[in-house]
């Protein structure tokens, strides 16, 4: 529970001195920190949350300056925040840890002698499960959000359940939707832990795994991802673990691509887990950190992305209900019918954002990348480390404004415009035209069963 003001010092004051744990310093993180994809920290997205991470940039709103607007509703997109590692990679860990004993002894680094003496801490029953800096992002998120939306995200909103939080049933989201309503309830000063109220809905965060289209097209189709597998056995990376395995000065066959990634992702996990740099870091020069990357981000954009339309499609539940939501929130309303919903917080996974904001049309890149266009592709804007990390979000801001209403994309709390709208804010109306052909269509049955039991849609 959180303890009230310290004496003499400010609510705000108290808070930050209180989580001010949850973060290292910029001189103890490796600079490959920026490069682990999904496995990232919020705080190598938004580097100014080191310092404070309560304290919201309200230069991100931008309604148009010439026009009186105010926020009348916000729906908020949230990707769980910083979890354990999942099952299958504690057990590469595990593996990883008995290949590093089989090395040649002798003189060595230091961080070699410290990876030999590693204790692995990580257990099986964590599997995935929130980790208690993953409740600091949420209940840092929680605290941004209710002072950039005040009146959406009041006390007296949240309290009398004008603000419904859906989740994934996944336990990790759970704790997530536990963690961002105790964020607002310690904004508030409560002394009390809150009622938790949320809602599971699967079909709405999960809907991937109801899509037969995509089970049967993408995620069970090895076809659907040769273009991973070849870049995994491909020169970058071939090269990447012979280099590797020499620097552990164990043999190259015994470093599998696995556990070259487990390597890897443990330099990820101890940063954003415990704000440790591990010796494992070390391991990794950044442009070996970039080719890791860009395995992750080639295996996002052929499963969950741009790679195959069905990816996209797949989310047709999410995108009708967030419009729906919206619809309510910005139609004209008689003074009896009853006000809408101020706010709507929706908890779920990477895969719950990435297929929908590739049905948005955001982050896709001229040229898709595959296994032999590394070299090309250092510039892509499909970067997963950036769009979703540990406690991405994606937030749909919807303004009254004396022109009509307006709305507003905010990803990981930065700008950005809808394709082909050159307002920041565009009118709803404009957006809505936009993604007509979604709204009169992208229908989730229709769209799932219609492609089930064919080869992947790799239209691009």
Sequence with gaps: MFPGPLPGVGALQTVLLLSSFSFSSSSSIPNISVYFGTKSRYEDVKPNLLEDPLTPDRSILRPPSSESCSPVHLTALIRHGTRYPTVKNIRRIQRLKQVVRTGTTGTA?????????????YTEDMDGSLAEK?????????????SLFPWLLSE????????????SSKHRCVSSAEAFQDGLHRRWGGGVTPQYV???????????????????GVEKNRTAMMEVEKFKKGAEMEELRRRTAEKLKVHQ?????????????????????KSVYSPWCFLFSESDAKVLEYSGDLKQFWKRAHGHVISGLSSCPLFHHIFRTLDKAGRPRR???????????????AETLLPLLTLLGLYKDKTSPTASNYQSQHGRVFRTSLIVPYAANLVFVLYDCQRGPRLQLLLNESPVRFPGLDEDAPLYRDVRALYRHLLDGCDF??????????????EL
């Design 445 to 458: 049955w229709t769209e799932c069963e219609r492609g089930r039991g064919r080869a992947p849609n790799t």
């Design 198 to 216: 949320h809602r599971v809905n699967d079909e709405l965060m999960r809907f991937f795994q109801y899509c037969r289209g995509y089970v049967e």
């Design 335 to 349: 003074s009896t019918d009853p006000p809408p919903e101020p706010a709507s917080i929706l908890i779920g996974h």
């Design 253 to 273: 066959h015994l470093l599998t691509t696995d556990l070259l990634e487990a390597a890897f992702f443990l330099c990820s996990y101890e940063l954003a887990i």
């Design 109 to 121: 680094d230091w961080w070699l002698q410290e990876i030999r003496t590693w204790e692995n801490w």
């Design 134 to 146: 993953g409740r600091s992002d949420l209940h840092h998120l929680s605290w941004r959000l209710s």
């Design 156 to 167: 007296e909103n949240v309290k009398t359940k004008k603000v419904p939080v859906l989740t």
